[in-house]
């Protein structure tokens, strides 16, 4: 399993940040690059306890389905999301919220495993991990200009 772990510092009150995160409308907007969309379950506002959605989004060239599920919910310091179909052997995404003097820390908390054994593990290593890192700086950026504004 790898982890991946980021952090964002934001001009912006704890409970702005937390929504922003959570807000699918927003998520879409920030992968706009692999044409995501949430095509099931909740697909649009703010996600919330126990919620699900489906997103169709082209990951390496290929149009992929992923559903997660909202499976922890203590607002407005954290939240998070794992995979309950997908691509992925398993896929865990912590969000933490705290505030820290004058900006809220977002800390983003990624486990994944890919599937295939060994040739999955190759995989981790040399492709997904950076790709999946970019994506959150990427998302955090974005989040960080929502809350900010």
């Excluded at 691509?87 to 919220?97: G, I, K, L, T």
């Excluded at 040739?119 to 890192?133: H, M, T, V």
Aim: proline share 3%; hydrophobic share 40%; glycine share 6%.
């Amino acid at each position: 399993m790898e982890l991946i772990v980021t952090e964002t510092r934001i001009h912006a009150p704890l409970q702005q940040c937390f929504d922003a995160a959570r807000d699918l409308d927003l998520h879409v907007r920030s992968l706009a690059h692999t044409n995501e969309r949430a095509v099931a379950g909740r697909t649009t506002g703010l996600i919330e306890s126990g919620e699900e959605v489906t997103w169709r989004g082209r990951h390496f060239g290929i149009y992929q389905h992923f559903t997660s599920k909202i499976t922890a919910f203590d607002p407005p310091n954290y939240f998070q999301d794992s995979m309950v179909r997908g691509a992925f052997r398993s896929f865990v995404h912590d969000h933490f919220f705290v505030r820290d003097a004058n900006v809220t820390v977002m800390k983003d908390v990624l486990g994944f495993s890919a599937p295939f054994g060994f040739i999955g593990r190759i995989a981790e290593k040399l492709l997904l991990r950076r790709y999946l890192e970019r994506l959150l700086i990427s998302r955090g950026a974005v989040i960080k200009e929502a809350a900010e504004r």
